[in-house]
């Protein structure tokens, strides 16, 4: 079931550099009710939004309807894993694909490194910390973002 959390504006100096100053939509995966939890407490006083799945299918079908710059799913989904919401997020055509961010609890070099080698963005240990979370966010946020601004340049000079 996806759930939508309310959000505030907070910032602090230097934040408008890599914080979003309008909503931006994160989507969880995960089975746990505790990382949505942690999350959306992270993200409360933020222009984040967090989107909340516990299935892979009911996450690649909102990827597929709505823009999703940032997904954080976790290691390993019932039935599937992050490899998984890697391959969807390849299928996606048109648009920018969303930044793939990997949590687990063993968040080691080895996953660190899979990710990075699979096309994923980043890995976050579990428990989640604030600022990490804030830091890997924004700048899968910044990445995501600059891919869409090249993205609409490119279709601005096809059309001139």
């Not at 408008?16 to 969880?28: D, E, F, G, I, Y």
């Not at 997904?71 to 694909?97: D, F, V």
Request: a negative charge; glycine letters at 4%; hydrophobic letters at 40%.
């Amino acid at each position: 079931m996806l759930e939508q959390t309310g959000t505030a504006v907070f910032q602090s100096p230097g934040e408008h550099l890599w914080r979003p100053t309008q909503l931006v939509t994160v989507l969880s995966v995960s089975p746990f009710e505790e990382d949505h939890r942690c999350l959306r407490s992270i993200f409360d006083h933020s222009n984040w939004t967090l989107e909340s799945s516990f299935a892979c299918g009911e996450a690649v079908d909102f990827m597929r309807r709505n823009p999703t710059p940032v997904i954080i799913s976790e290691k390993e989904l019932a039935g599937h894993c992050w490899r998984y919401m890697l391959e969807e997020i390849g299928q996606l055509t048109n648009r920018p694909r969303p930044r793939l961010v990997v949590a687990s609890r063993l968040a080691d070099d080895q996953l660190w490194s899979e990710v990075l080698n699979l096309g994923g963005y980043n890995v976050l240990e579990k428990p989640f910390d604030r600022n990490e979370v804030f830091w890997v966010i924004s700048h899968a946020w910044l990445d995501w973002k600059s891919e869409l601004q090249r993205q609409q340049l490119a279709s601005s000079a096809a059309g001139a």
